[in-house]
Nanobody, 114 residues
Framework: QVQLVESGGGLVQPGGSLRVSCAAS????????MSWYRQAPGKERELVAE????????NYADSVKGRFTISRDNAKSTVYLQMNSLKPEDTAVYYC???????WGQGTQVTVSS
């Protein structure tokens, strides 16, 4: 089955850290660039970070640069988003996306609140 499954979301205090994961199955993960998007209530979905197929090239939204790190493990068909120094405005549903497959995961909720 071709799918992306996110995990690792949750509730964290401001200034805290969280790592979300996205496990791919049903396609050759190592051939595709991967992205993380997020959507906050009442707002459009926005690109957070992206990584090329080999993992050597990354790109970040200005709002998360220096705080978030995208990485991937092609042997495990998994892409990660390490989020540090979290802010309340980072609260959103986080989705992973395989652009070449036009494939979205189901999303994982991240809530930053005291």
């Amino acid at each position: 089955q071709v799918q992306l499954v996110e995990s690792g979301g949750g509730l964290v205090q401001p200034g805290g850290s969280l790592r979300v994961s996205c496990a791919a199955s049903g396609f050759t993960f190592s051939r595709f660039a991967m992205s993380w998007y997020r959507q906050a209530p009442g707002k459009e979905r926005e690109l957070v970070a992206e990584i090329n197929s080999g993992g050597g090239i990354t790109n970040y939204a200005d709002s998360v640069k220096g705080r978030f790190t995208i990485s991937r493990d092609n042997a495990k068909s998994t892409v990660y988003l390490q989020m540090n120094s979290l802010k309340p405005e980072d609260t959103a549903v986080y989705y992973c996306y395989a652009r070449g497959m036009k494939l979205w995961g189901q999303g994982t909720q991240v809530t930053v609140s005291s």
